[in-house]
């Protein structure tokens, strides 16, 4: 089987855009890949973070990631912290990275802009990424349109390894659903949702509860006219909406369409909170029993015991060929 690792930052809380994009492809896949995910808690840390909200929104995180139907008999789950060898590997491939290209990183262009100072953290940020991704050698990597600047990066690195070193890393592809890969904010279609915004009607967190995601969908912003139709050009707004109103249903877009013909908006977005509140009712109330249960911390405990058994035989192979003096 080809393997497959991705991960989810623990900062903020995470949104239907979270679910859509990667947690429900997560859940696809484990049943056909060698599946690996991660809370990407070091990767959070390259802004600022209060400690217990770290914690609590890393245990939140892999809840969540369980609620939503990842078996950890069938993935790997884990905290990327409890596997050192991300760190490490993460320092020797920085050594190998060169400024220019961090330096044209879209992501750190935008997270530094306007800031006095920004931690060298976030300016290695994609090597890190790269380590995380190189350790495991996956072959498939799901991303959005964001991450995409960091996997060719990652790629460039695994070549520039593999030329200086011998054969070692394998060269990832990037995975991109053909629908709801990108799901974008309620309030302004030329965003992507996202957990950050100062909005908080612009986006669905899992956890809101019904009369809230109700509300939200009432009042997301909708295009002039009321034709309920697909055209991500002249409608992105509903089209935005028909793309999180298929995914969560079992309707195709030309469905949806055909369903709200003559109708308008309000009958259109009163479905589709519907829909929504079915898709996360279920997904919460496993949730809360996990969170109760205490057993993430077993998972975490057996996830970090298969992650380090992988991630250990690629740090070893990795360093003998750098000429570290491994014992």
């Not at 977005?269 to 996990?290: F, M, W």
Request: proline letters at 5%; one cysteine or more.
């Amino acid at each position: 089987m080809k393997r497959v690792l991705s991960g989810i930052q623990p900062s903020g809380k995470l949104t239907l855009g979270n679910y859509i994009g990667a947690i429900k492809n997560f859940v696809a896949l484990q049943h056909t890949h060698d599946c690996y995910f991660m809370a990407v808690d070091m990767h959070a840390i390259t802004v600022p973070q209060e400690p217990e909200a770290l914690k609590e929104q890393s245990e939140s995180v892999i809840a969540l990631y369980i609620a939503a139907g990842i078996d950890p008999a069938k993935a790997t789950i884990f905290l990327q912290s409890h596997v050192h060898q991300h760190a490490e590997l993460g320092w020797l491939l920085t050594t190998l990275t060169y400024m220019g290209e961090l330096e044209r990183m879209t992501q750190f262009k935008d997270k530094s802009t306007g800031k006095e100072s920004v931690g060298a953290g976030l300016f290695t940020y994609p090597s890190l990424m790269a380590a995380d991704i190189l350790l495991y050698n996956a072959d498939l990597v799901p991303v959005g349109d964001d991450q995409k600047q960091h996997l060719e990066l990652t790629r460039d690195l695994a070549q520039r390894f593999n030329q200086r070193y011998g054969d070692t890393f394998t060269l990832p592809e990037p995975y991109m659903p053909k629908v709801g890969a990108r799901i974008m904010s309620l309030d302004d279609a030329s965003k992507k949702m996202s957990k950050s915004s100062p909005n908080q009607g612009s986006f669905i967190t899992l956890l809101d509860p019904p009369d809230v995601v109700r509300k939200k969908i009432s009042r997301a912003v909708t295009d002039s006219g009321r034709e309920v139709k697909y055209d991500p050009q002249h409608k992105p707004e509903v089209s935005n909406l028909l793309s999180i109103y298929a995914q969560c249903s079992d309707l195709t877009i030309a469905e949806i369409e055909l369903m709200y013909d003559g109708q308008g908006y309000g009958p259109f977005k009163k479905e589709l909170a519907e829909r929504v509140v079915a898709v996360l009712e279920p997904l919460q109330q496993r949730y809360h029993e996990i969170r109760e249960s205490g057993e993430i911390y077993n998972i975490l405990r057996q996830g970090a015991g298969r992650a380090i058994e992988q991630a250990e035989k690629t740090l070893r192979v990795t360093k003998e060929k750098m000429g570290f003096l491994v014992l």
